[in-house]
């Protein structure tokens, strides 16, 4: 459906362009230079992903990972309660939320979305999200970032004077983010119960 609604955009304001009079020839030049800057910023941006995803392999490796899980176990099974017994998806949780605490969203979601299989997988309805899915996409979405890498990466390939300068404002908004959405979780699971 997005890729529709993108594609008509996109027509649409081509042929506006066209239509309207406007220098077909400053569109195609700013959609040349749209590409190649796009390309550099993904190739400036590949590195930082690279380093922060690696630093956390190596953290899973030597047991990092699994020492955070012990540290933040009793939170997590506030917010999972269902997941108490079950420590690979909770192991899981702890490392999507790690890599998502370092703003690694690219690392996050492999692990995100296998926590999410494996939670499908146990459930008796298959077609309906369980409380726990719930919590994990409220995690995700509005998870707390310790240090946005993405977003530093982005700021420095952009060529940003200061690209750590977003670190503060981006923690608050993050954790407001979090409890906002960690209400609405709790808060909605009554009225919405299949």
């Not at 077609?127 to 509005?142: G, H, K, R, S």
């Amino acid at each position: 459906m997005m890729n529709a609604i993108w594609g008509v955009t996109v027509i649409l304001c081509i042929g506006y362009v066209l239509v309207g009079g406007k220098d077909a020839e400053g569109v195609a030049n700013s959609l040349a230079r749209s590409g190649e800057q796009a390309i550099a910023l993904t190739l400036g941006l590949a590195g930082t992903v690279a380093f922060w995803s690696g630093i956390n392999r190596i953290a899973e490796k030597a047991g990092l990972i699994k020492a955070l899980a012990r540290v933040f176990r009793p939170i997590f099974v506030i917010l999972f309660p269902s997941l108490r017994s079950n420590e690979p998806i909770l192991s899981l949780i702890v490392s999507n939320v790690c890599a998502t605490l370092f703003g690694l969203g690219n690392a996050a979601t492999p692990l995100g979305l296998e926590a999410m299989r494996v939670m499908q997988a146990g459930s008796l309805r298959k077609d309906t999200a369980t409380d726990a899915m719930c919590t994990l996409i409220v995690l995700n979405t509005t998870g707390v970032t310790l240090f946005p890498a993405t977003l530093v990466g982005i700021r420095l390939a952009a060529g940003s004077e200061n690209p750590m300068a977003i670190i503060g404002v981006t923690l608050l908004a993050s954790l407001a983010g979090l409890v906002v959405g960690l209400i609405a979780d709790r808060a909605l699971r009554r009225y919405f119960r299949p």
